[in-house]
């Protein structure tokens, strides 16, 4: 065996050292690794393009740097710092992703959760939110989101989710409608029936043309059954065409059949009044 006097590593007979390519010192012979090679490469060079977007991109997230690197490589663990956040980022960074899960769970679009948290925002911004749930505030904010919308959804169909007191969350929902909406140039718009009906006849199984009869009726009452829970009304209007049970449309509209009844009669009365004003 020969002693290599180069990297003084013992080696075979006859070595034949070589670069294989991968920054290793080999002998061809007998297979040892020599030495490491290292590869020397140049500074990568920039455009101006490239120089004007790394100085006018992001470099941290919308709410300010949040990851610490220590220096010590014992320590070199990323740290999450809560005391670079401020309040206000800290209520933010845990509502954005319940809007998201809320969307995720009732299968409401990315428009509608777009408007609640530019309210939710306000309403933060306004001090709205002080001494009151986060969770409350996204109840309210993707109702309003909805109503302002016109996306069919009830305030009960939320609060399903939660276990909220529906009178106090409409006492506040009152209080942002008349401080927050104008402020962000909204406007609260009143129920939709023939949006419910689309959504409760498609639920139901209804055809095109049954629900488009249903629509018709609803545009009949006009504003008569104001006030009225609009799942009662879909529910006695989807009656009123035929074809479907009470129990199949009560349980598709979630009310009971007695309020499908009840609501059947009362519309029943207002187009029989409609009618005989028109012979008179």
Same mark, same amino acid.
């Given at each position: 065996?020969?002693?290599?006097?180069?990297?003084? /590593?013992?080696?075979?007979?006859?070595?034949?050292?070589?670069?294989?390519?991968?920054? *290793?010192?080999?002998?061809?012979?007998?297979?040892?690794?020599?030495?490491?090679?290292?590869?020397?490469?140049?500074?990568?060079?920039?455009?101006?393009?490239?120089?004007?977007?790394?100085?006018?991109?992001?470099?941290?997230?919308?709410?300010?740097?949040?990851?610490?690197? %220590? /220096?010590?490589?014992?320590?070199?663990?990323?740290?999450?710092?809560?005391? /670079?956040?401020?309040?206000?980022?800290?209520?933010?960074?845990?509502?954005?992703?319940?809007?998201?899960?809320?969307? *995720?769970?009732?299968?409401?679009?990315?428009?509608?959760?777009?408007?609640?948290?530019?309210?939710?925002?306000?309403?933060?911004?306004?001090?709205?939110?002080?001494?009151?749930?986060? *969770?409350?505030?996204?109840?309210?904010?993707?109702?309003?989101?909805?109503?302002?919308?016109?996306? %069919?959804?009830?305030?009960?169909?939320?609060?399903?989710?939660?276990?909220?007191?529906?009178?106090?969350?409409?006492?506040?929902?009152?209080?942002?409608?008349?401080?927050?909406?104008?402020?962000?140039?909204?406007?609260?718009? %009143?129920?939709?029936?023939? *949006?419910?009906?689309?959504?409760?006849?498609?639920?139901?199984?209804?055809?095109?043309?049954?629900?488009?009869?249903?629509?018709?009726?609803?545009?009949?009452?006009?504003?008569?059954?104001?006030?009225?829970?609009?799942?009662?009304?879909?529910?006695a209007i989807i009656y009123l065409i035929g074809g479907r049970t009470q129990t199949e449309i009560?349980?598709?509209c979630g009310v009971t059949e007695v309020t499908l009844r009840t609501r059947a009669s009362e519309?029943?009365?207002?187009?029989?009044?409609?009618?005989?004003?028109?012979?008179?």
């Amino acid at each position: 065996m020969a002693k290599d006097k180069d990297d003084d /590593v013992l080696c075979c007979d006859h070595p034949a050292h070589a670069d294989n390519g991968r920054g *290793e010192i080999v002998c061809r012979n007998c297979g040892l690794v020599i030495n490491i090679a290292f590869v020397n490469q140049k500074p990568r060079t920039f455009t101006d393009g490239d120089s004007k977007k790394n100085q006018n991109e992001r470099r941290s997230s919308p709410y300010g740097c949040r990851t610490v690197i %220590p /220096v010590l490589r014992q320590s070199a663990k990323l740290q999450r710092t809560n005391s /670079v956040l401020t309040a206000e980022e800290k209520n933010l960074s845990v509502a954005l992703p319940k809007f998201k899960a809320m969307s *995720e769970r009732l299968g409401i679009p990315d428009h509608i959760i777009s408007t609640a948290w530019k309210i939710y925002r306000e309403c933060q911004r306004r001090k709205f939110l002080v001494g009151r749930s986060i *969770e409350e505030f996204i109840v309210i904010s993707v109702y309003l989101g909805s109503r302002v919308s016109g996306f %069919p959804l009830l305030l009960s169909d939320i609060l399903g989710e939660f276990d909220f007191d529906a009178k106090g969350i409409n006492r506040i929902a009152m209080n942002v409608i008349r401080n927050i909406l104008p402020l962000v140039n909204m406007k609260f718009k %009143p129920i939709n029936i023939a *949006e419910f009906l689309k959504r409760f006849g498609m639920k139901i199984g209804l055809q095109p043309m049954e629900i488009k009869r249903a629509v018709q009726i609803s545009t009949l009452l006009d504003k008569k059954m104001l006030g009225k829970d609009p799942k009662g009304v879909c529910a006695a209007i989807i009656y009123l065409i035929g074809g479907r049970t009470q129990t199949e449309i009560a349980k598709g509209c979630g009310v009971t059949e007695v309020t499908l009844r009840t609501r059947a009669s009362e519309i029943k009365g207002i187009i029989a009044k409609m009618k005989g004003e028109k012979h008179a």
